[in-house]
């Protein structure tokens, strides 16, 4: 059965940055409300405006004014994920001392806690588990939620946390690819040329192509036509697709690794001591379920 959402798969995100940009009439208030950096706006409403083949905004001076086709995509947004939400801040109520409920993101959910979560579960026994997905830290509501792979711990400070692993990325591509391109391996200046799979960072502080290539000595500039793919299942399915070259993260990456379903073709750079955290409460009926899945991440991430 064909998704319902098949023209807006994929770019959520850019639709939450056009919203914002319509509702406060300029690209820098939208950026500092969404806590990111005013190219990445512009690069959203470019992938917007390339894939609906139309401008969506026109400049008079230093206002940005919206087009009637951006107002009307903004008030839809604005309906639509109004109710979403609601539905979520109702759902997360919807919760008893036998349920547990898990936040991480899209990406670390399918690509590391999946071929786990077997493994948790039996760990859990007759706790119910249930994961919310999110990509975005500013959505989390840690009083609503036991435990949270986060990136930033600063969003809620005053929990308990411990480093997950390191961060490290390399370029990745299916062999299919590397077939038909077999001078991208290990080569960096045909990688800087050649078909890059972009994944939004956001302001997660995660690396982009952009920090990869500056550690290898290259400067690189991500073109302002460039799709942004919103979601890191979204940009490894592009990869296994033969569509170009992304980056992998060590952890989230190794298992297609070892499987042989991507290839690596250039160095590892480690940009961060910490790609992830564990954040959890310490109060609350579930403390010790909570202990426990503590306890199955400390283990899990040494073997």
């Not at 470019?46 to 401008?55: G, I």
């Not at 639509?80 to 036998?98: I, P, T």
């Not at 109060?283 to 202990?291: F, I, L, R, W």
Request: with cysteine.
């Amino acid at each position: 059965m064909a998704s319902q959402f098949k023209y807006i798969s994929g770019s959520l995100n850019a639709l939450l940055v056009l919203e914002a940009v319509v509702r406060n009439r300029g690209f820098t208030r939208a950026a500092a409300e969404l806590h990111l950096s005013q190219p990445t706006v512009s690069r959203h409403i470019a992938t917007l405006e390339s894939r609906l083949k139309r401008s969506l905004f026109t400049r008079n001076g230093n206002q940005v004014l919206p087009s009637v086709e951006a107002e009307r995509l903004a008030s839809a947004i604005a309906l639509g994920f109004g109710h979403a939400e609601s539905a979520w801040e109702e759902v997360l109520v919807e919760s008893d001392d036998d349920q547990l409920t898990l936040a991480c993101s899209f990406g670390f959910a399918e690509n590391w806690l999946m071929p786990r979560y077997a493994s948790l579960k039996s760990a859990l026994g007759n706790i119910r588990l249930r994961i919310a997905t999110f990509d975005k830290l500013d959505l989390l509501d840690m009083s609503r939620i036991d435990i949270a792979v986060v990136w930033d711990t600063r969003i809620t400070p005053e929990k308990p946390c411990f480093p997950l692993f390191t961060e490290e990325a390399f370029p990745i591509c299916s062999p299919a690819y590397l077939r038909r391109f077999p001078q991208l391996d290990g080569d960096i200046e045909a990688l800087a040329a050649a078909q890059l799979i972009h994944f939004d960072v956001g302001d997660s502080g995660f690396l982009n192509w952009r920090l990869w290539f500056a550690a290898q000595g290259v400067d690189y500039r991500i073109p302002d036509e460039t799709h942004l793919y919103d979601t890191l299942p979204f940009a490894t399915q592009a990869i296994l697709d033969g569509e170009g070259v992304g980056i992998g993260w060590r952890y989230l990456a190794d298992q297609m690794v070892e499987d042989g379903r991507v290839l690596r073709i250039g160095p590892a750079v480690a940009n961060r001591k910490a790609a992830y955290y564990l954040q959890y409460r310490e109060d609350g009926a579930n403390e010790a379920a909570v202990t426990t899945v503590a306890d199955w991440f400390r283990q899990a991430i040494r073997t």
